[in-house]
C-alpha cells in the first residue's frame, strides 16, 4: 500500500511540473503570437522585443525585413515608447508610428534612402539608412544623461 501510494505521490509530481512547464511554455508562445505585422503606406512594420521570447522570436523574423531598429541608451540598456517617422528620400513621410518596444522591423516598398526620426523624451535621433535587400540591422542610441534629464521628475 505505501509503495503504491509513494508512486501516487510521485506521480502527481510529475504532472504538476509538466503542467507548470507547459504553461510557462504556452506564456512564450503567447507572447510570440501577438505579435502582429502592420501596415501603413505600403510599409510593413512589427515593433516587439520586450522579454525574451519576444525578443527572440523578433530577431528570428528580421531576416524577413529590410531594416530592424533597436532602440537603446548608449549603456545598453533598451529604450521603448519610441516616436519613429520614416520618410523616403523626397521627404515623404511613408511610416509614422510609436514603438512601445526596443524593436522596430520593417519592410520598405522598395530598395533607397530613407531618412528616421526616432524620439525619446523629446530628444531624437536621426539617421539616414539606404535600403538594399534584406536584414539590415541600426541601432538608434541615445546618451542616458540627456534621457534622464529629459524624464520629469515624480510628482509628489
Given at each position: 500500500?505505501?509503495?503504491?501510494?509513494?508512486?501516487?505521490?510521485?506521480?502527481?509530481?510529475?504532472?504538476?511540473?509538466?503542467?507548470?512547464?507547459?504553461?510557462?511554455?504556452?506564456?512564450?508562445?503567447?507572447?510570440?503570437?501577438?505579435?502582429?505585422?502592420?501596415?501603413e503606406n505600403g510599409v510593413t512594420y512589427?515593433?516587439?522585443?520586450?522579454?525574451?521570447?519576444?525578443?527572440?522570436?523578433?530577431?528570428?523574423?528580421?531576416?524577413?525585413?529590410?531594416?530592424?531598429?533597436?532602440?537603446?541608451?548608449?549603456?545598453?540598456?533598451?529604450?521603448?515608447?519610441?516616436?519613429?517617422?520614416?520618410?523616403?528620400?523626397?521627404?515623404?513621410?511613408?511610416?509614422?508610428?510609436?514603438?512601445?518596444?526596443?524593436?522596430?522591423?520593417?519592410?520598405?516598398?522598395?530598395?533607397?534612402?530613407?531618412?528616421?526620426?526616432?524620439?525619446v523624451a523629446g530628444l531624437a535621433v536621426?539617421?539616414?539608412?539606404?535600403?538594399?535587400?534584406?536584414?539590415?540591422?541600426?541601432?538608434?542610441?541615445?546618451?542616458?544623461?540627456?534621457?534622464?534629464?529629459?524624464?520629469?521628475?515624480?510628482?509628489?
Open positions: 500500500m505505501k509503495t503504491r501510494h509513494r508512486i501516487l505521490i510521485a506521480c502527481g509530481l510529475a504532472g504538476a511540473a509538466a503542467l507548470a512547464q507547459a504553461q510557462s511554455g504556452s506564456a512564450d508562445m503567447a507572447a510570440a503570437i501577438q505579435l502582429q505585422p502592420q501596415t512589427m515593433c516587439g522585443g520586450i522579454g525574451k521570447a519576444e525578443a527572440a522570436q523578433m530577431k528570428r523574423d528580421a531576416a524577413d525585413y529590410n531594416l530592424m531598429l533597436t532602440f537603446a541608451e548608449n549603456t545598453g540598456a533598451y529604450l521603448a515608447d519610441v516616436n519613429v517617422n520614416i520618410a523616403d528620400a523626397r521627404g515623404n513621410t511613408i511610416l509614422d508610428t510609436r514603438c512601445g518596444a526596443p524593436i522596430l522591423l520593417v519592410n520598405f516598398p522598395r530598395a533607397g534612402s530613407y531618412r528616421i526620426r526616432a524620439e536621426n539617421r539616414t539608412v539606404h535600403v538594399r535587400g534584406r536584414g539590415q540591422a541600426v541601432s538608434l542610441l541615445w546618451p542616458r544623461r540627456l534621457v534622464d534629464r529629459a524624464t520629469p521628475p515624480p510628482q509628489a
